[in-house]
Antibody
Framework: EVQLVESEGGLVQPGGSLRVSCVAS????????MTWIRQAPGKGLEWVAN????????YYEDSVKGRFTISRDNAKNSLYLQMNSLRPEDTAVYYC???????????WGQGTLVTVSS | EIVLTQSPDFQSVTPKEKVTITCRAS??????LHWYQQKPDQSPKLLIK???QSISGVPSRFSGSGSGTDFTLTINSPEAEDAATYYC?????????FGQGTKVEIK
């Protein structure tokens, strides 16, 4: 069974940093592209970033480019999102998700809430 | 950026009616359009891939159609458990986007 389990998020002050992680199980992690998608409270879904199987390619949504870094450790079956220079508008539930062969999201984690507030 | 516009924003139907949600892309995306269902306090769930391809385990009352810029998600004879928000999502461009969502209520 495919499982994606995000770490706990938290409360961060504006301008601060936070790293969220996601541990994958039930599939061969190193053979899949992975992605982060977020959802602000009461709002819709927003794609954040993608990473290739070996980490050699990454892509970001414009509003997080230069502030967020997606990475992975295939030996640990783990996906990460390092978030720097956080802004109140980054407040959201962050979902770790798998990209199926064919490039669509087929499995989602349960999500972790990141709150940026003073 | 490819903008996806869903209509309507909200739909209320009885189980005898059909749910029809449209998703219009700001430029042609071929069939790179997928549909997700999200219930309150849950993660989204994949319903339809590549505009019209069914997903194992998803009830047959869910179907999708369209290509290019205009797409439709249909729920025939919806059940109470189908009350949720539905999102379309394009993977044609490297910068992925979602529609704003359509909330469906089953009376």
């Amino acid at each position: 069974e495919v499982q994606l389990v995000e770490s706990e998020g938290g409360l961060v002050q504006p301008g601060g940093s936070l790293r969220v992680s996601c541990v994958a199980s039930g599939f061969i992690f190193r053979t899949y592209w992975m992605t982060w998608i977020r959802q602000a409270p009461g709002k819709g879904l927003e794609w954040v970033a993608n990473i290739k199987q070996d980490g050699s390619e990454t892509y970001y949504e414009d509003s997080v480019k230069g502030r967020f870094t997606i990475s992975r450790d295939n030996a640990k079956n783990s996906l990460y999102l390092q978030m720097n220079s956080l802004r109140p508008e980054d407040t959201a539930v962050y979902y770790c998700a798998r990209l199926a062969y064919g490039d669509y999201v087929d499995y989602w984690g349960q999500g972790t809430l990141v709150t940026v507030s003073s | 950026e490819i903008v996806l516009t869903q209509s309507p924003d909200f739909q209320s139907v009885t189980p005898k009616e059909k749910v029809t949600i449209t998703c219009r892309a700001s430029q042609s995306i071929g069939s790179s359009l997928h549909w997700y269902q999200q219930k309150p306090d849950q993660s989204p769930k994949l319903l339809i891939k590549f505009a019209s391809q069914s997903i194992s385990g998803v009830p047959s009352r869910f179907s999708g159609s369209g290509s290019g810029t205009d797409f439709t998600l249909t729920i025939n004879s919806p059940e109470a458990e189908d009350a949720a928000t539905y999102y379309c999502h394009q993977t044609s461009s490297l910068r992925r986007t979602f529609g704003q969502g359509t909330k469906v209520e089953i009376k």
